[in-house]
């Protein structure tokens, strides 16, 4: 089977990363899931250039030449659409219907946006810091033009692990996934992340943009009454892999694999049911476990009757917050991290005898390349710290 990803809607591309397709910690460029809400922008990198402009006391420009040269670090972090999940959703909720899919773990490579926001100086007053794209286009309730726009409160845009990424694991970012230059924030819904990057605003004010008003929002009861919330960090969640649903499973041991990720947390556990919630068993987690980053589970299920099983999943992070087993009608189309049953059948004319080792084999060389590549952000650090700086 050719290996691709699942084309959710063609005009503009909105594609999934194949979760049955997985063999390894990080996820292959062109197997990463791609979202976009308008047309992809045409790029002269000649002509290109990122401006910040707003509350700064110095503001400037930067050229391509000049961004590219800039000293750099990476970040393995998981990325996933605020709406991943979408179609499992029951009453049906409008926007792109995502499987299971909008979601991909990769190396991002790119320079702090503190160093930038430092050389231009940031005023006092300052209160949000607004990314924008080179895309433009309309919504059914905005017939105006307008770019993809998203801000980031000033703490988080200063975070040394939020980027200006150039590359992805290790290669120039493609043009679906942002060329030349994109955010990345680690830890939050893919939303936050713009891509084709040209105009940075330093504002005095909570930006009223649409993608942070009118969408990518959620509903939360307080005690002074429902407030509408911007979707920002990632929820805990875990996806079974394998097996897949209506799968035929064998008298014996069966390998129940999957992943799970919390944001910019560790997952602390991993616990698998086979009977639709009554009952839960703790998984194994396997291969590394980092802030922003999803790992790999696996759970041997031991059956010895034939029949319809439903398998499912819950993550818990290591700050405590569980993946809950039912939706959230609040969250509406947004942060969808309910487990779903998987419904197998079990046949008693298959024997299965699965064997942990088929996992460590898979990630050991994965995860030593992951461990060999995180230790390359220190340099960079070491470079601003002594005077290298931008």
Same mark, same amino acid.
């Given at each position: 089977?050719?290996?691709?990803?699942?084309?959710?809607?063609?005009?503009?591309?909105?594609?999934?990363?194949?979760?049955?397709?997985?063999?390894?910690?990080?996820?292959?460029?062109?197997?990463?899931?791609?979202?976009?809400?308008?047309?992809?922008? =045409?790029?002269?990198?000649?002509?290109?250039?990122?401006?910040?402009?707003?509350?700064?006391?110095?503001?400037?420009?930067?050229?391509?030449?000049?961004?590219?040269?800039?000293?750099?670090?990476?970040?393995?972090?998981?990325?996933? @659409?605020?709406?991943?999940? &979408?179609?499992?959703?029951?009453?049906?909720?409008?926007?792109?219907?995502?499987?299971?899919?909008?979601?991909?773990?990769?190396? %991002?490579?790119?320079?702090?946006?503190?160093?930038?926001?430092?050389? @231009?100086?940031?005023?006092?007053?300052? @209160?949000?810091?607004?990314?924008?794209?080179?895309?433009?286009?309309?919504?059914?309730?905005?017939?105006?033009?307008?770019?993809?726009?998203?801000?980031?409160?000033?703490? +988080?845009?200063?975070?040394?692990?939020?980027? *200006?990424?150039?590359?992805?694991?290790?290669?120039?970012?493609?043009?679906?996934?942002?060329?030349?230059?994109?955010?990345?924030?680690?830890?939050?819904?893919?939303?936050?992340?713009? +891509?084709?990057?040209?105009?940075?605003?330093?504002?005095?004010?909570?930006?009223?943009?649409?993608?942070? =008003?009118? +969408? #990518?929002?959620?509903?939360?009861?307080?005690? &002074?009454?429902?407030?509408?919330?911007?979707?920002?960090?990632?929820?805990?969640?875990?996806?079974?892999?394998?097996?897949?649903?209506?799968?035929?499973?064998?008298?014996?041991?069966?390998?129940? !694999?999957?992943?799970?990720?919390?944001?910019?947390?560790?997952? +602390?556990?991993?616990?698998?049911?086979?009977?639709?919630?009554?009952? %839960?068993?703790?998984?194994?987690?396997?291969?590394? &476990?980092?802030?922003?980053?999803? @790992?790999?589970?696996? #759970?041997?299920?031991?059956?010895?009757?034939?029949?319809? #099983?439903?398998?499912?999943?819950?993550?818990?992070?290591?700050?405590?917050?569980?993946?809950?087993?039912?939706?959230?009608?609040?969250?509406?189309? #947004?942060?969808?991290?309910?487990?779903?049953?998987?419904?197998?059948?079990?046949?008693?004319?298959?024997?299965?005898?699965?064997?942990?080792?088929?996992?460590?084999?898979? *990630?050991?060389?994965?995860?030593?390349?992951?461990?060999?590549?995180? &230790?390359?952000?220190?340099?960079?650090?070491?470079? !601003?710290?002594?005077?290298?700086?931008?």
């Amino acid at each position: 089977m050719d290996e691709e990803r699942r084309v959710i809607s063609d005009d503009p591309e909105n594609s999934e990363t194949p979760l049955d397709l997985l063999s390894g910690w990080v996820t292959p460029n062109r197997l990463f899931f791609v979202r976009n809400h308008f047309d992809v922008p =045409t790029i002269d990198l000649d002509a290109w250039s990122l401006e910040v402009t707003g509350c700064v006391d110095r503001p400037r420009s930067w050229t391509w030449q000049e961004i590219d040269q800039l000293p750099q670090r990476s970040v393995f972090a998981t990325s996933e @659409c605020a709406g991943n999940g &979408r179609s499992f959703l029951q009453p049906t909720v409008g926007g792109v219907q995502w499987g299971a899919g909008a979601i991909g773990h990769a190396e %991002w490579t790119g320079i702090p946006v503190h160093h930038l926001l430092d050389a @231009c100086q940031l005023s006092e007053d300052v @209160c949000e810091i607004v990314f924008e794209g080179a895309d433009q286009g309309t919504e059914p309730d905005h017939p105006e033009p307008m770019p993809f726009a998203r801000s980031l409160p000033v703490e +988080k845009a200063l975070d040394h692990d939020t980027l *200006l990424v150039t590359r992805m694991n290790g290669e120039r970012l493609e043009l679906n996934h942002g060329f030349p230059l994109r955010l990345f924030v680690p830890g939050w819904y893919g939303v936050a992340s713009v +891509k084709w990057l040209t105009r940075i605003r330093v504002i005095d004010h909570q930006f009223q943009g649409y993608f942070q =008003t009118k +969408k #990518y929002t959620v509903q939360r009861d307080t005690g &002074r009454g429902r407030q509408t919330i911007v979707v920002g960090p990632m929820a805990v969640k875990s996806e079974i892999i394998r097996p897949h649903a209506g799968e035929p499973l064998g008298i014996g041991t069966n390998r129940v !694999f999957g992943v799970a990720w919390a944001g910019d947390d560790l997952v +602390k556990d991993v616990d698998v049911s086979t009977d639709g919630g009554n009952t %839960w068993q703790r998984a194994e987690l396997l291969g590394i &476990r980092a802030p922003y980053s999803w @790992c790999l589970w696996e #759970y041997l299920w031991s059956v010895e009757g034939e029949g319809e #099983y439903e398998l499912m999943a819950r993550a818990v992070s290591e700050g405590g917050d569980v993946q809950p087993i039912g939706s959230n009608p609040l969250n509406g189309g #947004y942060l969808i991290n309910f487990s779903r049953p998987v419904t197998v059948r079990v046949e008693s004319t298959r024997i299965s005898d699965a064997k942990p080792a088929d996992a460590e084999t898979m *990630l050991y060389d994965m995860a030593g390349f992951a461990e060999e590549n995180v &230790r390359r952000p220190l340099d960079v650090d070491l470079e !601003f710290s002594y005077g290298g700086g931008i």
